[in-house]
């Protein structure tokens, strides 16, 4: 059966910070933690080396481990976490994220961020033009 899911542990670089996240793409959603994308928990904390993850073949197992996972102490994480990656590496450049796929990453979410904004002021976006009826526009 295919991996439709991964459930994964983001640290800051002192390792005092971890944020436990799930996704259907983790090269994709991990180089979006390392270019700060969002401005969520790791943006603020600076948790952006991957340190562990697992995978799923359902989305909803994954769910609902990720929700097992933020229930435990600590120091079980820790554990997990030594039991893989004994020396807390980034994981990252294992799964195929280096500083280049960052960088794409980084430019394509400003690409996209410049056509919302030239959609939001495109003032015929969203207008529909009936001849018939007389509404404002």
Known sequence: MKTNAYIYFM???Y?????????NDIVRRV???KAKINKGFTYKYNCDKLVYYETSNLMIDA?????QLKN??????NELVIG????WKDLSKEIGIDDDYTNA????YKEIAGQARNDANDTTIGKVENR???YPN
């Open 11 to 13: 640290i800051n670089h």
């Open 15 to 23: 390792n005092n910070v971890l944020y436990i996240g799930v996704t």
């Open 31 to 33: 180089a979006e933690h």
């Open 63 to 67: 769910i609902a481990r990720e929700k």
């Open 72 to 77: 435990w102490k600590r120091e079980w994480k």
């Open 84 to 87: 893989l990656n004994p020396e």
């Open 105 to 108: 990453v980084k430019e394509h």
């Open 132 to 134: 018939n009826k007389p």
